[in-house]
């Protein structure tokens, strides 16, 4: 497993100019609905983080690789592959992130990752 975390574009860029980012966990996904509800449901939740002028931040693990900031079609995927996937610890990711930050010392202090459970 890669334990470095990959930022999507428009996350990486709001974390550089201090923008608010919001991380969405991505269990609900897989595991708390069924399809296609847990789609829509997980895009609902990205729609209002930016209607309330946040970057939404969706976490899950793809192709073993941390990421934050996930595309409609990865988000798709993991609705459909649902149980398939298996569930991680937050705890690893969150360990991952933070040595993100602490690499990048350039973020602002006021930039931190919060779970939103839905």
């Known amino acids: 497993m890669n334990y470095n975390v990959k930022l999507s574009d428009e996350v990486r860029e709001a974390i550089a100019l201090g923008r608010p980012v919001i991380a969405l966990e991505s269990t609900i996904i897989a595991h708390g609905m069924p399809y296609p509800q847990n789609v829509k449901t997980a895009l609902a939740c990205e729609r209002l983080a930016r209607t309330h002028g946040a970057v939404p931040a969706t976490i899950a693990i793809i192709g073993g690789q ?4 996930l595309t409609e079609e990865q988000i798709e995927y993991l609705g459909r592959e649902g149980r398939n ?33 839905a």
Request: aromatic share 6%; glycine share 2%; with cysteine.
């Open 66 to 69: 941390l990421c934050a900031g």
């Open 85 to 117: 996937v298996a569930k991680v610890s937050a705890a690893i990711f969150l360990i991952s992130w933070q040595r993100v930050r602490t690499a990048q010392r350039r973020l602002p202090q006021r930039c931190s990752l919060q779970a939103l459970r």
